[in-house]
């Protein structure tokens, strides 16, 4: 007695893909794609994939993550016209509702804009404070 579970041919399984030239699931495609590793820039001018970041590199990048996510943001509600107009990241204007990161030296931008930043320089791109060093002076002086 055979096994009804396994096909000696390739007929049966051509039967689950296709019926009279159209396929019997239409819907049912899958692809399996890698998800694209993480570039990161350990140094100025150098980009590696996580993968091949040492583990000292791999440290250094975290506490700058680790920075990054006490720098305060929130949703601008406030009229900043009399402050700044625009994001010099992205060159895009503020507008209500925008998502926005403050550094310590008060300058303002997108999160979107400003968070890739911090992982490649830690200074403010206006004024070229350094970031990490405000920060760190400021949770020593509380």
């Known amino acids: 007695m055979g096994n009804c579970l396994f ?3 390739a007929d049966d399984v051509s039967l689950l893909n296709e019926s ?3 396929p019997l699931f239409p819907l049912l495609s899958f692809t399996f794609q890698e998800r694209p590793q993480p570039v990161y820039h350990p ?3 150098e980009s590696r994939l996580a993968s091949q970041l040492t583990e000292e590199e ?3 990048i975290a506490q700058r993550i680790g920075l990054i996510q006490h720098l305060p943001k929130g949703i601008l509600t406030l009229d900043l016209t009399h402050l ?3 994001c010099v990241i992205c060159m895009m204007d503020f507008e209500y509702g925008d998502p926005v990161r403050f550094l310590p030296c008060l300058h303002i931008y997108h999160v979107d ?3 890739p930043w911090l992982m490649r320089s830690f200074t403010c791109p206006s004024c070229m ?3 990490d060093a405000a920060l760190l ?3 020593e002086a509380n």
């Open 84 to 86: 700044t107009r625009k």
């Open 113 to 115: 804009c400003i968070d």
């Open 58 to 60: 791999q440290i250094r």
């Open 129 to 131: 404070e350094p970031v």
């Open 43 to 45: 140094r100025p001018g």
């Open 20 to 22: 009279e030239g159209a």
């Open 137 to 139: 002076s400021t949770y």
């Open 7 to 9: 096909s000696q041919g």
